[in-house]
């Protein structure tokens, strides 16, 4: 099995910021990429950053500018950095990874429980 867990998720006041962490566990072979998603109430869950096993990163306009993501390829970690945190970052963060696992050795998708963010006053 593969297992993700997130951490530091909180309460920020905007304009704040926070540092998220994910930690990728269990029987993984290689992983090619390492990612977030989020999910805000009553809405769908959307992209917002991802780094490639080789450094590539890619964003969604809404976290350009303001978020950074990072990994450790060697602990299999993925980190977000956000910045500047805006009312409208709330929301539930997931961080993913696609990767081959020792048993299937075709690229799959695993996904973590979720680390709530708000961003409030």
């Known amino acids: 099995q593969v297992h993700l867990v997130e951490s530091g998720g909180e309460l920020v006041q905007p304009g704040g910021s926070l540092r998220l962490s994910c930690a990728a566990s269990?029987?993984?072979?290689?992983?090619?990429?390492m990612g977030w998603f989020r999910q805000a109430p009553g809405k769908e869950r959307e992209f917002v950053a991802a780094?490639?096993?080789?450094?590539?990163?890619n964003y969604a306009d809404s976290a350009k500018g303001r978020f950074t993501v990072s990994n450790d390829n060697a602990k299999r970690m993925v980190y977000l950095q956000m910045n500047s945190l805006k009312p409208e970052d709330t929301a539930i963060y997931y961080c993913?990874?696609?990767?081959?696992?020792?048993?299937?050795?075709?690229?799959?998708?695993?996904w973590g429980q979720g680390t709530q963010v708000t961003v409030s006053s």
């Open positions: 993913y990874i696609d990767a081959k696992s020792v048993y299937l050795r075709a690229i799959a998708r695993y």
């Open positions: 269990g029987n993984i072979y290689s992983i090619t990429y």
């Open positions: 780094i490639s096993s080789g450094g590539g990163t």
